[in-house]
């Protein structure tokens, strides 16, 4: 069974909606970690070949983090960037969401380490774990709170150290040459709507999982499911702290679920295909993202792909792509943007932007 939440229509079921106060992306940042690791990188310490990982997923290189470099240490960089371009200092927010599944720890949430290292306390920090959808999810939860007016300035943070955590043999060449470290964040501000077809906002988002498929993408261990303790060494021969996959069923339901997604986005909101003028789709795979625009019938010139030199970089990934399509002047004020996701869980959503 689907379990479906689609925001803005509860909104609409109710009347008016709660307040005409909308989500206006006012700072955008990424980091990347300086290391890159190319395919052939790769083959010298797996059996793999730039010629496989090229033809089956686009990939070319990702980066890696060196040393004790951890997820908050990436998303406090993005942030600060994020806030920059914003104009703020860290002290102007009210909330923190920070979507990852490569936490710094497994508790507490790294959404406090990083707002311990923007020299902030007191405001919420929340952590957000929905894998590659996590921040179109972080997204929707920090609009809700800008909707009913209980925020005002919200920063959302998307951040994976996945190097760290990969089976670099052979055993796990099948994810290992997927994934890629990264951080990416965006500044939400509270603005007052007067024209939804011009003003630059965050229309709407829709949410939706399916925890049937939980087993298709996931990392089983550590774990407090097994015996008594949540690692011991049995867990740790057998691998259960690295990612598994069934690759096939994650391809076949990503391609499914987010043109879904993007057409019950534009249904919701009045627009067509051809009304978006550019796509930022999550980066798992270049022929899933084919795919799914060839399924929605968009032009590939209006799809922003960012997975040749970053690879999945997971939570990370859309606010990446947002930051390189800016800076590549493919997004500019007035656009409208339509953010897709699919991942572990299987979690996916969309969200639609007035940039
Ligand atoms: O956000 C969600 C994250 N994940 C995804 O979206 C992944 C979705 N799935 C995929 O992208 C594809 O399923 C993969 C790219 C992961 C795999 O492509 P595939 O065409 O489904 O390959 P396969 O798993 O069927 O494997 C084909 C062959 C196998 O060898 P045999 O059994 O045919 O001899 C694999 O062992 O390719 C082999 N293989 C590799 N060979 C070289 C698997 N990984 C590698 C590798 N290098 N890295």
Redesign the pocket.
Do not use: K, Y
């Given at each position: 069974m689907v379990a479906c939440v689609t925001i803005g229509q509860l909104v609409l079921k109710e009347g008016a909606p709660v307040t005409s106060l909308r989500s206006r992306v006012i700072g955008l940042g990424s980091f990347l970690p300086p290391r890159v690791v190319t395919n052939d990188d790769l083959a010298q310490i797996?059996?793999?070949?730039d010629e496989?990982?090229v033809q089956?997923?686009g990939i070319k290189e990702r980066r890696w983090v060196e040393g004790v470099t951890s997820t908050s240490d990436l998303a406090v960089e993005a942030s600060r960037r994020a806030l920059d371009s914003a104009g703020l200092t860290p002290e102007d927010l009210d909330m923190i969401f920070l979507a990852t599944i490569s936490p710094d720890h497994f508790f507490p949430g790294s959404g406090v380490f990083l707002q311990t290292k923007l020299g902030l306390a007191g405001i919420p920090a929340i952590d957000v774990r929905q894998?590659?959808t996590g921040f179109i999810y972080a997204l929707s939860m920090a609009d809700q709170y800008i909707r009913t007016g209980s925020a005002r300035k919200i920063l959302v943070v998307g951040a994976e150290v996945h190097s760290k955590g990969l089976d670099k043999s052979t055993n796990g060449?099948?994810?290992?040459?997927?994934f890629g470290d990264g951080a990416g964040a965006v500044v939400l501000e509270a603005m007052e709507v007067n024209n939804p077809q011009l003003d630059s906002h965050l229309l709407s988002t829709h949410l939706y999982t399916d925890g049937a498929h939980a087993e298709d993408?996931w990392v089983p261990a550590v774990s407090t499911a097994y015996d008594e303790q949540i690692v011991d060494q049995r867990m740790l021969d057998r691998g259960d702290q690295y990612p598994k996959?069934n690759?096939?069923q994650?391809?076949v339901h990503?391609v499914k679920r987010m043109p879904e997604a993007v057409e019950i986005a534009l249904e919701h909101n009045g627009y067509q295909i051809d009304d978006v003028d550019l796509f930022v789709f999550?980066q798992?795979?270049l022929?899933?993202n084919e795919a799914v625009a060839h399924r929605l019938g968009a032009p590939e010139e209006k799809v922003f792909n960012t997975i040749e030199k970053y690879a999945?970089t997971?939570a990370a990934t859309i606010p990446i792509g947002l930051d390189e399509a800016v800076k590549a002047g493919r997004l500019q004020p007035g656009m409208l943007v339509a953010l897709a996701a699919?991942?572990?869980g299987f979690t996916w959503g969309s969200a639609l932007l007035r940039w």
């Open positions: 797996m059996d793999t070949s496989w990982i089956r997923t894998q590659c060449r099948d994810i290992t040459v997927l993408l996959m690759g096939r994650v391809f990503a999550h798992a795979n022929r899933i999945n997971t699919f991942g572990g």
